[in-house]
């Protein structure tokens, strides 16, 4: 008993200290360094015209990221797992695919399917349209990368859940809308908010993708990972790390709410 207790608190030290290595250092090391010229000197720096609009930029392009994205991976997540069409081969594989590429191999695509020289690109030019160094190729990269959190948390709910509450309201008369949104969105909602949560923290950090089909314009189409590289580049380190700090304490907030919400998660598997 003794030797078996020893082993498990050798397994759980070598994690903790794998896990403080790897997380806890670097952003205690960020933290300590964005925070050494005091409050003021992080409110100055985080209330810069450049900061701000990185700041709105950042919110902006994934409050749009993760709406399109919960409405994309409900649907998704509805036709694997409640239908037999042949499409839904196709939809599982193209669902995994952000996890699959680089996201900077994301970004060269879309420069070279909506850049000047792109496919697209002369048509759109041609018609006003601007997809690259732009807000819309922002966008168009950020959805992409995030795509698969809320197909992949909700499928597992829906499969859990079943479709038998769904056929007795049937019976009973109810429309498939009806039923959605009375019996199954309720079954799923712990689910969906925990893909929710997921998707703005990927979202939000993004920066391969969207660092390629930004152009990094200042005062344009600068977010805030991307600001973070720029004051380093410029040697303006505390304001790098200032940056920096204001992603992590976001990122913190995001696993608060991811811890919330896993209870409510488990039930519904």
């Known amino acids: 008993m003794a030797h078996s207790r020893a082993s498990k608190l050798t397994v759980r030290g070598l994690a903790l200290g794998y896990m403080a290595v790897l997380v806890l250092v670097p952003v205690g090391y960020v933290l300590i360094h964005a925070f050494k010229p005091g409050l003021t000197g992080v409110w100055n720096s985080l209330t810069t015209p450049a900061a701000q609009h990185a700041i709105q930029l950042t919110v902006e392009i994934t409050a749009i990221a993760v709406v399109l994205n919960t409405i994309f991976g409900l649907i998704a997540a509805l ?73 992949r948390e909700v499928g597992p709910a829906l499969r859990e859940a079943g479709t038998e509450q769904e056929q007795a309201a049937a019976t009973l008369g109810a429309s498939r809308l009806q039923a959605f949104w009375r019996i199954t969105l309720p079954s799923i909602r712990a689910a969906l908010a925990y893909g929710v949560v997921l998707t703005t923290a990927r979202a939000l950090g993004e920066f391969g993708a969207v660092s390629v089909v930004s152009g990094r314009i200042a005062g344009q189409t600068i977010t805030l990972p991307l600001l973070v590289q720029q004051r380093y580049q410029n040697f303006d380190q505390t304001g790098a790390y200032v940056a920096a700090a204001f992603l992590a304490v976001i990122a913190l907030l995001v696993l608060l709410a991811m811890t919330v919400l896993s209870p409510g998660r488990r039930k519904t598997r």
């Open 79 to 151: 036709v694997l797992e409640r239908t037999r069409l042949r499409i839904r081969y196709v939809l599982d594989l193209l669902v995994d695919l952000p996890f699959a590429v680089s996201p900077v191999v994301v970004g060269l695509a879309l420069l070279l399917l909506y850049g000047r020289q792109g496919w697209f690109g002369g048509w759109l030019t041609d018609h006003g349209i601007r997809i690259v160094f732009s807000m819309p190729g922002m966008i168009i990269a950020t959805v992409f990368v995030s795509i698969p959190f809320v197909a």
